[in-house]
């Protein structure tokens, strides 16, 4: 069964940078898409970041943070990428990495099947 383990969080000032990492076990990892959600404190629903199709040739980022964030992969390490730029308050989230249940999927956390436990971001103003 595949896993996927997130890291890369922390705390950062505003207008910082932070790079997420989330490595996949098994052979199959090159077969999915992949896909970064994030979940805000006091109940707010996991909201959709970012996904990256199985080769890396399709992207696609939540308005919210084109221009800023970007997803990349690299098959031969079974990881994925998140990196941010200039972060602001509104960033503070747990990410979470997710297996696509194809090889290019969108934004709907049910085109998902395969969730990391997450790692926390929080951006101080």
């Known amino acids: 069964q595949v896993q996927l383990v997130e890291s890369g969080g922390g705390l950062v000032q505003a207008g910082g940078s932070l790079r997420l990492s989330c490595v996949a076990s098994?052979?199959?990892?090159?077969?999915?898409?992949m896909g970064w959600f994030r979940q805000a404190p006091s109940g707010k629903e996991r909201e959709f970041v970012a996904?990256?199709?199985?080769?890396?040739?399709?992207?696609h980022h939540a308005d919210s943070v084109k221009e800023r964030f970007t997803i990349s992969r690299d098959n031969a390490k079974n990881t994925v990428y998140l990196q941010m730029n200039n972060l602001n308050s509104e960033d503070t989230a747990v990410y979470y990495c997710?297996?696509?249940?194809?090889?290019?999927?969108?934004?709907?956390?049910?085109?998902?099947?395969?969730w990391g436990r997450g790692t926390q971001v929080t951006v101080s103003s």
């Open positions: 997710a297996r696509g249940r194809t090889g290019i999927v969108g934004e709907n956390r049910y085109e998902y099947d395969t």
């Open positions: 098994g052979r199959t990892f090159a077969d999915n898409a």
């Open positions: 996904t990256i199709s199985r080769t890396g040739g399709t992207t």
